[in-house]
């Protein structure tokens, strides 16, 4: 079948296995060629498939030849339909990590269920041993609590009044006003249910039972901040309580894992186009921000951030650097005094006429569609594929 996007409503609702596979491949070759790091050999990734966790895996693998295993829920291709990005990345991951002699055990399944967690623990007793990192990051709009059996949906709202701002719809290029009502106490709760940190905290509890959490392990988990534009809507809203538990959470985990030589780190990572980061509702500043750092060349995508954190923060072989409250930072360049002015004067005057000089919005469906696999030009899309 051939395969071309379909996008609704900023979602790309179908991927493109030899586009993801292309995708995968390009980041291996950025991580082989920035050099090797004196990094952790044994990785657990819950969330690996996509984004911020499948460039901390490809790092860790070719650029610390460590043995990987991911966790993710992905939806496989059938014959009418193709499959999710993340199955066909993982996919190619696999099969590039076999290629190169590494180790890589990929699971599909509900990280936040009891299964899926003992599966995986089984998986690293037989393949690995233990784990000296485990990288959480995942993001995902629903949790069932394993316990409970409650589903909670998270939400993208702010917290005590209404959130108004430009949004831009980048596919048509177009710049409306978009209003947010705030959120209700369940709504806060939910959302810090989903993507707070009492699943990064159960999963280390069930590695640390289980006697497959090495002892000089670390743990890092990811969390965004963002600027002024964003506040009200994201750090400040429910996505933000959110990470505020998440960040409460690293500190608990660290706390305890010290005692053994453990550590536990919230990373707050730049702005980058992921799966979930296309459906927040503030993408002119997504996309203001992407075009200032590529003209100051200092624009980064997942790779390049998780290569950073990896080569520069975690694995430098010093202490590690953290902020006033303990978090690792690679989002500095994103919140530098430059680049924050620059995006300012450009969203005062963005609107309908002027947003075409002032991003480009070509490259940034650019990057839009590659995350799906669509968009390179040594792909050939005419060609009938098997989902
Ligand atoms: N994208 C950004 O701009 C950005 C910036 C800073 C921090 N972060 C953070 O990075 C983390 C990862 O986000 P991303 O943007 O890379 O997202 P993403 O959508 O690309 O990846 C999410 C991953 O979670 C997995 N997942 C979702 N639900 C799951 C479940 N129930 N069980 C198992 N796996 C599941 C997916 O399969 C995928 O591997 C999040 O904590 C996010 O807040 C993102």
């Not at 190619?92 to 003992?118: M, P, R, V, W, Y």
């Not at 995902?140 to 949004?167: C, H, N, Q, W």
């Not at 640390?208 to 392990?217: D, L, M, T």
């Not at 005062?348 to 940034?364: P, R, V």
């Amino acid at each position: 079948m051939v395969i071309k996007p379909m996008i609704r409503n900023r979602i790309c609702m179908n991927a493109h296995p030899v586009g993801c596979r292309e995708y995968v491949r390009r980041q291996v070759e950025y991580a082989k060629n920035s050099g090797p790091i004196d990094g952790p050999k044994r990785v657990l990734v819950i969330g690996g498939s996509t984004g911020y966790g499948l460039g901390s895996r490809v790092v860790a693998a070719f650029g610390c030849r460590a043995a990987t295993v991911s966790v993710a829920f992905e939806k496989e291709g059938s014959a009418k339909r193709s499959g999710t990005a993340g199955w066909y990345n993982t996919i190619a991951f696999d099969e590039f990590a076999h290629k190169a002699g590494l180790t890589a055990i990929s699971i599909n399944g509900d990280a936040f269920s009891h299964e899926i967690k003992q599966q995986t623990i089984e998986a690293i007793r037989e393949h690995l041993g233990s784990v000296d990192l485990v990288v959480y990051s995942v993001a995902s709009p629903v949790r069932t609590d394993p316990d409970s059996g409650e589903m909670y949906r998270s939400v993208l709202k702010p917290i005590g009044r209404p959130f108004t701002a430009k949004s831009l719809d980048f596919m048509k290029g177009e710049i409306s006003e978009t209003r947010l009502e705030p959120a209700d106490e369940e709504e806060i709760e939910a959302t810090r249910k989903v993507m707070g940190g009492e699943d990064w905290s159960l999963w280390i509890d069930a590695l640390e039972q289980a006697g497959v959490f090495a002892e000089n392990a670390t743990s890092v988990a990811y969390s965004y901040i963002g600027s002024e534009r964003t506040r009200a809507v994201y750090r400040e809203g429910t996505i933000g309580k959110a990470k505020d538990h998440l960040e409460r959470t690293a500190e608990e985990l660290h706390g305890r894992m010290v005692q053994y030589g453990g550590q536990a780190y919230v990373s707050v990572n730049k702005a980058v186009v992921t799966r979930s980061s296309a459906v927040i509702p503030v993408g002119l500043y997504f996309v203001l921000l992407s075009d200032v750092m590529q003209s100051k060349g200092l624009d980064e995508g997942c790779i390049e951030q998780c290569y950073r954190l990896f080569a520069q923060r975690l694995y430098a072989g010093k202490e590690i650097p953290v902020d006033d409250q303990g978090r690792i930072r690679i989002d500095d360049w994103e919140l530098r005094d430059d680049v924050q002015a620059e995006v300012d004067r450009r969203w005062e005057i963005a609107d309908n006429d002027t947003i075409h000089q002032l991003a480009d919005l070509e490259e940034y469906r650019k990057q839009f569609l590659n995350i799906h696999g669509f968009g390179y030009d040594n792909v050939d899309y005419e060609a009938d594929v098997t989902p």
